[in-house]
């Protein structure tokens, strides 16, 4: 049965899940080689560009398709399939429009003109909030990225760790501290300008397409108008913003490697033949155990990835309070991708260690989703101070 079945909703789907799929069939015949020679997959990305996948998220009135959360969940758990890093490249691209076009926070006119980039000029972007002092930007802290105001603007000095896609990027948005103050804010910065620098640092055994070096900013001169979001902290009592749902793409790209893992382990069990036994180990008891427990942590980890997408998109009222929903999905999703394919690779045995195997790509991969925000340690005290305030 078609693992995509039970969850499309629409001709709609139906028509970007078939246009996703030939993307990834086409992806994971270069997964290999990518991996091996730990190169960045600008081919992939030449491939999204041509069939319009990055321009999926922008809002329609400005040429895109404007897809859902739940949308979102889906394309991006089956590109993951074929290669989870450029999955999860352009995963940030594409979620990082969609809060853009559900919130609205900058001006029309910023907004329609990068829209308008993004669908004609296939440009990619990103957010870069990480750096070395500060870590993870989910766990607080001011950046050291300053910003300094001058008669003509800004100037931006400082450092971003973590930059998916950055050899590949048009713009990011750079979190910085505005001057001397305790405010920091986002500014779209340009990749052509003088001053933005990529630093090759991506040294990695995991997820080694996604490229993620580091972004220098070297007293980059910026417009008054490139400061497109402000970040003051909110006084006590003062409604807070709406969880960052997009961030499902996350667990959507690592339970795609899962699946992807899994695949490999029903193929082989149906063909590995050893000489010990009558036919496959597909016949083997301990074979189809495994494989059982396989699709049951499969089916939990999607069943609640997707309810919880449809949710977001069915019941806008209850966004607000989807934050905690939204972590455990996080959570649940990781671990149980991390559980299929260590399970995949019993079935599979020594064989998934040769570097010929896909299975030991897929397990460096899917052992990268547990540092991805949030992390299990958040979304436990999250769920606990929930419980506790109840």
């Known amino acids: 049965m078609d693992l ?44 999204l560009k041509k069939a319009g996948y990055v321009s999926l998220s922008v809002p329609k009135e400005y040429g895109g398709e404007e897809i859902s959360l739940y949308e979102l969940v889906m394309l991006q758990e089956r590109l993951a399939t074929g290669d989870a890093a450029t999955s999860l490249s352009i995963g940030w691209h594409l979620g990082g429009i969609m809060e853009l076009t559900e919130n609205r ?49 800004w100037v931006l000095t400082g450092r971003k760790t973590f930059t998916s896609m950055a050899k590949a990027l048009d713009y990011s948005l750079v979190s910085a501290r505005l001057g001397d103050t305790e405010e920091k804010g986002f500014f ?36 008054p108008g490139s400061l497109v979001e402000r970040d003051s902290v909110k006084p006590s009592g003062q409604q807070k913003e709406l969880p960052k749902a997009w961030l499902l793409h996350i667990p959507a790209c690592y339970i795609g490697v899962a699946i992807a893992a899994r ?19 597909k016949e083997v008891p301990e074979v ?66 040769f570097k010929s195997n896909p299975m030991q790509r897929y397990y460096r991969d899917v052992r990268a989703g547990l540092h991805n925000p949030p992390m299990d340690d ?11 305030n109840d």
């Not at 993307?23 to 997959?41: I, K």
């Not at 000029?121 to 001011?142: K, M, Q, V």
């Not at 003088?194 to 397409?209: N, Q, R």
């Not at 189809?288 to 449809?310: M, P």
């Open 4 to 47: 995509y079945e039970p969850f499309i909703q629409n001709d709609r789907q139906r028509e970007l899940l078939e246009l996703t799929g030939k993307l990834a069939d086409t992806f994971s015949a270069r997964a290999e080689r990518y991996d091996r020679e730990e190169a960045f997959p600008f081919e992939n990305f030449s491939d």
């Open 105 to 153: 926070p900058w001006k029309k006119e910023t907004f329609k003109s990068l829209c308008t980039k993004v669908v004609q000029d296939h440009a990619l972007i990103n957010r870069a909030a990480t750096e070395p002092a500060t870590g993870s930007p989910t766990r607080g802290g001011l950046p050291e990225t300053k910003a300094v105001k001058t008669e003509k603007g």
């Open 188 to 223: 779209l910065v340009d990749h052509s300008l003088d001053g933005v620098l990529i630093e090759e640092t991506w040294d990695t055994i995991a997820m080694k397409g996604t490229g993620s070096d580091d972004l220098v900013l070297n007293d980059v001169t910026l417009s």
């Open 263 to 281: 695949n490999e382990a029903i193929r082989f069990a149906k063909v590995y033949s050893p000489n010990s036994l009558p036919g496959p180990i």
């Open 288 to 353: 189809q155990r495994k494989i059982g427990e396989i699709e049951l942590e499969l089916f939990k980890a999607r069943q609640i990835l997707y309810s919880v997408a449809d949710k977001w998109v069915k019941d806008p009222e209850k966004r607000s309070t989807m934050a905690a929903e939204l972590a455990s999905v996080k959570h649940i999703v990781t671990n149980s991708a991390f559980q299929i394919v260590d399970t995949a690779m019993r079935i599979v045995g020594a064989r998934s260690l």
């Open 378 to 388: 958040m979304v436990l005290s999250m769920l606990a101070g929930k419980a506790l």
